[in-house]
């Protein structure tokens, strides 16, 4: 499966986005937003799964976020 990286502007939305991926199965990992990803303070969400399931996911459930990038290697 796909993994991505989903940047948020806090750590709240990050950690709501883990739980809300959690309750539908899928694996979710809070880490920090690498400064190559987006510049500033920021965390990030590892997840497995295709990128519109995972937006759909968020959308659903009020969850803002920056950017979503697939994981290289």
Known sequence: ???HIIAFASVTYANKARSVF?????NAVVKR???TLFRGCGFSVVA???PEH???I???NGI???SISAVKG
């Open 1 to 3: 499966m796909n993994k």
């Open 22 to 26: 959690a309750k539908n199965g899928i």
């Open 33 to 35: 937003t690498p400064g």
């Open 48 to 50: 497995e799964g295709r």
């Open 54 to 56: 995972l937006v759909r």
């Open 58 to 60: 968020m959308e659903e």
């Open 64 to 66: 803002s976020y920056k």
